[in-house]
């Protein structure tokens, strides 16, 4: 039989390149170990999961690897009359570790919401929970948001109400050592004089600012972003030398969403600027900018998960480093399951790899969840493989050899040979 020289040369042209490796079997190989420890409920746990430094890139590129704590939700109010808490805002201290500031009922005797901390070396557990700000005169003071100074001081933004017009204004305390703020042990009590001031906005003294006041230090000032509700689907800002009296600098961007949150990322050359908002609905919003006023319209970051978490009040981003070398490692958001908001909790998503099972059938398995910022977990057995992303989850980084496993067992990234 005759065969064409020219169709037997793409014949055997096809047959090469199907005999060649997959991408997948080329990809770097990425050890795990396995570890003496026990994964909870008889899952796998996976360690070493955290991202690699701030990358503006991929922010801008594609949804991000953001996965919910299995502990769902991370932190219930305590035992008490009145339970809702919500707005955390998140603070690393110079031991490394984290105190988390949040507000509403932490198992108060009375409806009137306060400010509370906790603190966290790995958000796995938490320990010294207490009040820090007494509602005082007000009858509320909630929506609390954190920065630290150059020194390692303490300045904190929240939400009083009422003022003397029976609105809500930000209300500001400062603390050197994060034990007495405006001078008074904790929990210190809040004053009618804790109001700050606004020159060059019209508005403020008619302005009803709640839960919408952004406290972060940049360039040795003071800079306060902020919504209005009688002037909504504006974002502004406002600077200050003292964190007392701020003057109006202008709109930064606009859109339907309040401002919960406001990040810096230092590089050599630039400082990034992230954006946290929240809509009172079933997702979270971001914008990111390298000047800080101005920025593009809120874009969404991740929809709520379930029922549990349906109705999204407020954002707190959790960063870690130091000053000039900063990275996001997750977000802590106050949701709840009823739409008049008075029963939330605080929830978690961890920005990680993306780790995908594969099965010697073939089967794909994603993970259950995250364990904190750095343990997925995953609910799977026998022998297969994982691939690797970036936080991007798009990008391969890499493949682990074929491995066996067995619920319970945990295992660790290493670099070692």
Not at 17 to 26: C, F, K, N, T, V
Not at 309 to 321: E, T
Not at 349 to 377: E, F, M, S, Y
Not at 391 to 399: F, S, V
Request: hydrophobic residues 35%.
């Amino acid at each position: 039989m005759f065969i064409n020289p020219r169709r037997l040369c793409s014949l055997l042209a096809c047959l090469a390149i199907a005999a060649l490796p997959s991408p997948d079997s080329r990809a770097q190989i990425i050890r795990l170990k396995k570890l003496d420890a026990k994964a909870p409920d008889n899952t796998i746990e996976i360690r070493g999961v955290s991202p690699a430094p701030f990358n503006p890139r991929i922010w801008n590129q594609s949804p991000l690897n953001f996965l919910p704590d299995i502990r769902h939700p991370l932190l219930e109010p305590r035992d008490g009359a009145f339970r809702n808490i919500y707005a955390p805002s998140i603070v690393q201290l110079s031991s490394g570790s984290f105190r988390i500031f949040y507000g509403g009922w932490d198992g108060t005797p009375t409806g009137n919401d306060r400010i509370y901390s906790a603190d966290t070396s790995d958000f796995l557990t938490f320990t010294n929970r207490h009040t820090v700000i007494e509602h005082g005169p007000f009858q509320h003071v909630c929506n609390v948001n954190v920065t630290r100074t150059e020194t390692g001081a303490f300045a904190m933004m929240c939400t009083a109400c009422p003022d003397a017009k029976g609105l809500n204004k930000p209300a500001v305390f400062f603390s050197p050592d994060g034990k007495s703020f405006n001078d008074h042990p904790e929990p210190a009590p809040a004053k009618p004089a804790d109001i700050i001031t606004m020159q060059g906005y019209a508005p403020f003294d008619s302005a009803d600012i709640n839960g919408t006041s952004v406290l972060v230090r940049d360039s040795a000032k003071y800079r306060l972003y902020f919504n209005n509700f009688q002037d909504f689907e504006k974002t502004y800002r406002a600077s200050s030398d003292d964190g007392r009296n701020f003057i109006f600098d202008g709109k930064v961007t606009t859109g339907s969403a309040m401002i919960n949150d406001v990040k810096l990322f230092p590089t050599k050359s630039e400082t990034l600027y992230l954006l946290g908002f929240h809509h009172n609905g079933d997702s979270l919003l971001y914008s990111l900018s390298r000047d800080p006023l101005n920025f593009p319209p809120p874009r969404p970051l991740f929809k709520n998960l379930n029922d549990a978490d349906k109705h999204i009040v407020s954002i707190g981003w959790i960063v870690n480093g130091d000053q000039d070398n900063r990275n996001l490692i997750g977000v802590l958001y106050g949701a709840g399951a009823t739409p008049t908001l008075d029963a939330n909790r605080i929830f978690a998503r961890w920005l990680q790899k993306k780790l995908i099972w594969v099965d010697d059938n073939g089967a794909l398995t994603g993970p259950r969840g995250a364990l904190g910022p750095d343990r997925a977990i995953f609910q799977a057995s026998g022998t297969g493989h994982f691939k690797i992303y970036s936080e991007d989850a798009q990008t391969l980084l890499g493949r682990t050899a074929p491995i066996t496993l067995t619920p319970g067992d945990v295992f660790q990234f290493t670099n070692d040979k």
